[in-house]
Protein backbone atom coordinates (compact mmCIF):
# COMPACT_ATOMS: atom_id res chain seq x y z
CA UNK A 1 0.00 0.00 0.00
CA UNK A 2 1.49 3.42 -0.90
CA UNK A 3 0.19 6.54 -0.05
CA UNK A 4 2.07 10.08 -0.53
CA UNK A 5 1.04 13.51 1.29
CA UNK A 6 0.36 17.05 -0.89
CA UNK A 7 3.51 17.75 -2.95
CA UNK A 8 4.87 20.44 -5.20
CA UNK A 9 3.50 20.34 -9.14
CA UNK A 10 3.88 17.63 -10.50
CA UNK A 11 5.61 15.67 -8.25
CA UNK A 12 4.47 11.99 -8.25
CA UNK A 13 4.32 9.84 -5.17
CA UNK A 14 5.62 6.83 -7.37
CA UNK A 15 7.35 6.72 -11.37
CA UNK A 16 6.45 3.34 -12.57
CA UNK A 17 7.34 3.00 -16.21
CA UNK A 18 5.19 4.94 -18.42
CA UNK A 19 2.37 4.11 -21.58
CA UNK A 20 2.23 6.34 -24.58
CA UNK A 21 0.73 9.79 -24.06
CA UNK A 22 -2.29 11.36 -25.07
CA UNK A 23 -2.93 12.04 -27.79
CA UNK A 24 -5.54 14.17 -27.31
CA UNK A 25 -5.18 18.12 -28.33
CA UNK A 26 -6.37 20.64 -25.45
CA UNK A 27 -6.33 24.70 -27.01
CA UNK A 28 -4.54 25.57 -23.62
CA UNK A 29 -0.68 24.23 -23.75
CA UNK A 30 -0.80 23.77 -19.53
CA UNK A 31 -4.03 21.83 -19.91
CA UNK A 32 -2.46 19.73 -22.83
CA UNK A 33 0.64 19.08 -20.73
CA UNK A 34 -1.02 18.42 -17.59
CA UNK A 35 -3.40 15.40 -19.03
CA UNK A 36 -0.77 13.70 -20.57
CA UNK A 37 1.44 13.51 -17.66
CA UNK A 38 -1.39 11.74 -15.81
CA UNK A 39 -2.37 9.95 -18.24
CA UNK A 40 0.93 8.68 -18.88
CA UNK A 41 1.10 7.47 -15.32
CA UNK A 42 -1.85 6.22 -13.88
CA UNK A 43 -2.47 3.35 -15.60
CA UNK A 44 0.64 2.02 -14.84
CA UNK A 45 0.03 2.57 -10.85
CA UNK A 46 -0.34 -0.59 -8.82
CA UNK A 47 -1.33 1.00 -5.60
CA UNK A 48 -3.07 3.38 -4.19
CA UNK A 49 -1.46 6.75 -5.38
CA UNK A 50 -1.89 10.61 -5.49
CA UNK A 51 -0.72 13.24 -7.73
CA UNK A 52 -1.13 17.16 -6.91
CA UNK A 53 -0.58 20.26 -8.69
CA UNK A 54 -0.56 23.24 -7.36
CA UNK A 55 -0.72 26.84 -8.85
CA UNK A 56 -3.03 25.60 -11.48
CA UNK A 57 -5.21 28.54 -12.97
CA UNK A 58 -9.09 27.64 -12.89
CA UNK A 59 -8.76 28.43 -16.97
CA UNK A 60 -6.33 25.00 -16.93
CA UNK A 61 -7.85 23.21 -14.02
CA UNK A 62 -11.58 22.65 -14.97
CA UNK A 63 -10.33 21.65 -18.53
CA UNK A 64 -7.95 19.20 -17.52
CA UNK A 65 -11.12 17.60 -14.67
CA UNK A 66 -13.34 17.42 -17.27
CA UNK A 67 -10.95 15.85 -19.46
CA UNK A 68 -10.10 13.34 -17.05
CA UNK A 69 -13.46 12.87 -15.90
CA UNK A 70 -14.12 11.54 -19.56
CA UNK A 71 -10.79 9.11 -20.12
CA UNK A 72 -11.81 6.13 -20.04
CA UNK A 73 -7.74 5.27 -18.52
CA UNK A 74 -8.65 7.18 -15.97
CA UNK A 75 -12.08 6.01 -15.52
CA UNK A 76 -10.19 2.30 -15.08
CA UNK A 77 -8.35 3.14 -12.27
CA UNK A 78 -11.69 4.40 -10.59
CA UNK A 79 -9.71 7.37 -9.98
CA UNK A 80 -10.84 10.75 -8.48
CA UNK A 81 -10.25 13.86 -10.16
CA UNK A 82 -11.33 17.36 -7.96
CA UNK A 83 -10.28 21.01 -8.84
CA UNK A 84 -10.52 23.71 -6.47
CA UNK A 85 -10.32 26.71 -7.69
CA UNK A 86 -9.82 28.89 -4.69
CA UNK A 87 -6.74 26.95 -3.91
CA UNK A 88 -5.83 26.45 -7.41
CA UNK A 89 -5.15 22.52 -6.69
CA UNK A 90 -5.53 19.46 -9.11
CA UNK A 91 -5.73 16.58 -7.22
CA UNK A 92 -5.88 13.07 -8.55
CA UNK A 93 -6.21 9.56 -6.42
CA UNK A 94 -5.87 6.80 -8.32
CA UNK A 95 -6.14 2.70 -7.23
CA UNK A 96 -8.53 3.22 -4.15
CA UNK A 97 -7.82 0.59 -1.50
CA UNK A 98 -10.99 -1.20 -0.23
CA UNK A 99 -10.89 0.29 3.00
CA UNK A 100 -11.76 3.42 0.64
CA UNK A 101 -15.02 2.11 -0.43
CA UNK A 102 -16.45 0.65 3.24
CA UNK A 103 -18.74 3.66 3.79
CA UNK A 104 -20.43 2.10 0.45
CA UNK A 105 -21.60 -0.80 2.20
CA UNK A 106 -22.14 1.32 5.42
CA UNK A 107 -24.42 4.09 3.78
CA UNK A 108 -26.27 1.53 2.25
CA UNK A 109 -27.04 -0.79 5.24
CA UNK A 110 -28.06 2.59 6.90
CA UNK A 111 -30.74 2.99 3.64
CA UNK A 112 -32.00 -0.38 3.71
CA UNK A 113 -32.53 0.46 8.09
CA UNK A 114 -34.47 3.41 7.18
CA UNK A 115 -36.74 1.75 4.43
CA UNK A 116 -37.16 -1.56 7.02
CA UNK A 117 -37.92 0.40 10.18
CA UNK A 118 -39.91 3.09 8.04
CA UNK A 119 -38.47 6.36 9.08
CA UNK A 120 -38.44 6.84 5.24
CA UNK A 121 -41.54 5.91 3.66
CA UNK A 122 -41.89 3.38 -0.02
CA UNK A 123 -41.96 6.53 -2.08
CA UNK A 124 -39.49 8.85 -0.07
CA UNK A 125 -37.10 5.94 -0.52
CA UNK A 126 -36.75 6.03 -4.14
CA UNK A 127 -36.09 9.72 -4.35
CA UNK A 128 -32.93 9.36 -2.23
CA UNK A 129 -29.62 9.36 -5.24
CA UNK A 130 -26.53 7.62 -4.18
CA UNK A 131 -23.93 8.22 -5.84
CA UNK A 132 -20.00 7.54 -5.77
CA UNK A 133 -17.44 9.10 -8.38
CA UNK A 134 -20.06 11.32 -9.81
CA UNK A 135 -18.59 15.13 -11.21
CA UNK A 136 -20.05 18.43 -9.86
CA UNK A 137 -19.78 21.59 -11.37
CA UNK A 138 -22.14 23.38 -9.22
CA UNK A 139 -20.13 25.64 -6.79
CA UNK A 140 -20.39 29.50 -6.64
CA UNK A 141 -18.33 32.26 -5.52
CA UNK A 142 -14.58 31.89 -5.30
CA UNK A 143 -14.94 27.92 -5.76
CA UNK A 144 -17.18 28.46 -8.94
CA UNK A 145 -14.79 27.29 -11.41
CA UNK A 146 -14.11 23.66 -9.13
CA UNK A 147 -14.73 20.24 -10.05
CA UNK A 148 -14.86 17.71 -7.60
CA UNK A 149 -15.86 13.91 -7.48
CA UNK A 150 -17.00 12.78 -3.81
CA UNK A 151 -15.98 9.23 -3.11
CA UNK A 152 -19.96 9.42 -1.99
CA UNK A 153 -23.06 11.39 -1.71
CA UNK A 154 -26.69 11.60 -0.57
CA UNK A 155 -29.22 13.47 -2.21
CA UNK A 156 -33.27 13.25 -2.90
CA UNK A 157 -33.20 16.63 -4.62
CA UNK A 158 -34.39 16.81 -8.25
CA UNK A 159 -31.19 18.52 -9.44
CA UNK A 160 -28.83 15.89 -7.37
CA UNK A 161 -26.91 18.62 -5.69
CA UNK A 162 -25.91 16.94 -2.80
CA UNK A 163 -27.32 17.16 1.24
CA UNK A 164 -24.60 14.34 2.77
CA UNK A 165 -21.08 14.16 1.38
CA UNK A 166 -18.55 11.62 2.39
CA UNK A 167 -14.41 11.54 1.96
CA UNK A 168 -12.33 8.81 2.32
CA UNK A 169 -8.46 8.70 3.12
CA UNK A 170 -5.17 8.33 4.53
CA UNK A 171 -3.74 10.31 7.08
CA UNK A 172 -1.55 11.70 4.56
CA UNK A 173 -4.08 12.76 2.30
CA UNK A 174 -6.22 14.35 5.24
CA UNK A 175 -5.30 18.45 4.46
CA UNK A 176 -6.66 17.64 0.88
CA UNK A 177 -10.30 16.36 2.58
CA UNK A 178 -9.92 19.17 4.42
CA UNK A 179 -10.02 21.51 1.78
CA UNK A 180 -12.88 19.37 0.06
CA UNK A 181 -14.78 19.91 3.35
CA UNK A 182 -14.41 23.86 3.04
CA UNK A 183 -15.42 23.51 -1.16
CA UNK A 184 -18.69 21.75 -0.31
CA UNK A 185 -19.84 23.54 3.11
CA UNK A 186 -18.48 27.07 1.54
CA UNK A 187 -18.86 26.62 -2.05
CA UNK A 188 -22.57 25.44 -1.97
CA UNK A 189 -25.68 26.22 -0.07
CA UNK A 190 -27.18 22.63 -0.52
CA UNK A 191 -24.72 20.49 1.48
CA UNK A 192 -25.21 19.92 5.08
CA UNK A 193 -22.91 17.69 6.69
CA UNK A 194 -19.71 16.39 5.30
CA UNK A 195 -18.08 13.13 6.63
CA UNK A 196 -14.25 12.53 6.56
CA UNK A 197 -13.53 9.49 7.14
CA UNK A 198 -9.43 8.95 8.56
CA UNK A 199 -7.48 5.69 8.23
CA UNK A 200 -4.20 6.04 9.47
CA UNK A 201 -1.64 2.35 9.13
CA UNK A 202 0.44 1.91 12.27
CA UNK A 203 2.99 -0.29 13.14
CA UNK A 204 2.78 -4.04 13.09
CA UNK A 205 0.27 -3.58 10.20
CA UNK A 206 -2.78 -2.10 12.37
CA UNK A 207 -4.75 0.70 11.39
CA UNK A 208 -6.38 3.75 13.28
CA UNK A 209 -9.64 5.41 12.46
CA UNK A 210 -11.30 8.53 13.27
CA UNK A 211 -14.47 10.14 11.73
CA UNK A 212 -15.04 13.84 11.62
CA UNK A 213 -18.39 15.27 10.85
CA UNK A 214 -18.75 18.77 9.84
CA UNK A 215 -21.90 20.92 9.17
CA UNK A 216 -23.44 24.37 9.49
CA UNK A 217 -23.58 27.03 12.23
CA UNK A 218 -26.77 29.14 12.89
CA UNK A 219 -24.25 31.94 12.19
CA UNK A 220 -22.46 30.76 8.93
CA UNK A 221 -19.41 28.87 10.96
CA UNK A 222 -18.78 25.17 10.70
CA UNK A 223 -19.12 22.89 13.62
CA UNK A 224 -17.38 20.17 13.92
CA UNK A 225 -18.23 16.83 16.12
CA UNK A 226 -15.43 14.05 15.83
CA UNK A 227 -15.81 10.10 16.32
CA UNK A 228 -13.55 7.05 16.81
CA UNK A 229 -13.72 3.97 14.67
CA UNK A 230 -10.45 2.15 15.60
CA UNK A 231 -9.51 1.36 18.28
CA UNK A 232 -12.95 0.42 19.66
CA UNK A 233 -14.11 2.90 22.18
CA UNK A 234 -13.90 1.29 25.80
CA UNK A 235 -17.06 2.02 27.00
CA UNK A 236 -18.87 2.85 23.90
CA UNK A 237 -19.99 6.54 23.61
CA UNK A 238 -23.36 6.83 24.53
CA UNK A 239 -24.01 8.71 21.32
CA UNK A 240 -21.83 6.83 18.55
CA UNK A 241 -23.74 7.86 15.39
CA UNK A 242 -24.05 10.25 12.47
CA UNK A 243 -27.05 11.96 12.98
CA UNK A 244 -29.42 13.80 10.08
CA UNK A 245 -33.17 14.83 9.74
CA UNK A 246 -35.20 14.08 6.86
CA UNK A 247 -35.76 17.70 5.87
CA UNK A 248 -32.23 18.04 5.76
CA UNK A 249 -31.69 15.12 3.75
CA UNK A 250 -34.84 15.99 1.04
CA UNK A 251 -34.51 20.20 1.38
CA UNK A 252 -37.75 21.97 0.39
CA UNK A 253 -39.10 18.45 -0.67
CA UNK A 254 -42.70 17.74 1.24
CA UNK A 255 -41.53 14.58 3.50
CA UNK A 256 -43.43 12.91 6.47
CA UNK A 257 -42.49 13.57 9.65
CA UNK A 258 -39.08 15.63 8.15
CA UNK A 259 -37.78 15.80 12.07
CA UNK A 260 -37.28 11.78 11.83
CA UNK A 261 -33.72 11.31 12.50
CA UNK A 262 -31.59 9.02 10.44
CA UNK A 263 -28.75 7.55 11.88
CA UNK A 264 -25.61 6.46 10.55
CA UNK A 265 -24.23 4.07 13.32
CA UNK A 266 -20.46 3.73 14.01
CA UNK A 267 -20.44 0.09 15.05
CA UNK A 268 -21.51 -0.75 11.59
CA UNK A 269 -19.05 0.95 10.03
CA UNK A 270 -16.67 -0.33 12.45
CA UNK A 271 -17.84 -3.92 11.76
CA UNK A 272 -17.30 -3.77 7.67
CA UNK A 273 -14.01 -1.81 8.08
CA UNK A 274 -12.67 -4.98 10.37
CA UNK A 275 -13.93 -7.34 7.99
CA UNK A 276 -12.19 -5.47 5.03
CA UNK A 277 -9.18 -4.88 6.81
CA UNK A 278 -8.96 -8.59 7.58
CA UNK A 279 -9.94 -10.56 5.11
CA UNK A 280 -8.91 -8.33 1.57
CA UNK A 281 -5.95 -6.53 2.98
CA UNK A 282 -4.19 -8.52 5.51
CA UNK A 283 -4.52 -6.04 8.31
CA UNK A 284 -6.28 -5.56 11.70
CA UNK A 285 -7.43 -2.76 13.60
CA UNK A 286 -5.96 -1.23 16.12
Given at each position: ?30 A??L ?55 L ?23 W ?44 D ?81 S ?5 Q ?39
Open positions: MSTSSTMAPGVLSRSPSPEPPLSVKLPRPKQKVAEIVKFVPSTVNYTELTYEEVEPEDGLLVARTLAEHPEIERRTSRVSYNSLEKTWVRAMPTYLHDAHQQWVMSAMLDAYNGSVKKGEHLRITFGVGTTFEIFIGAYASSSKEPDLYLSARPRIPSVVIESGWTESFPCLRIDKDLWLRGTLEVQYVILLKWSKVRNDKVKGWIEVWGRGNTGSLLIRELVVFPKPDPRPIEDIRFTKQLFGEIPVSNPSTVLPLEVPRLREIAEKILVNLMGLSPC
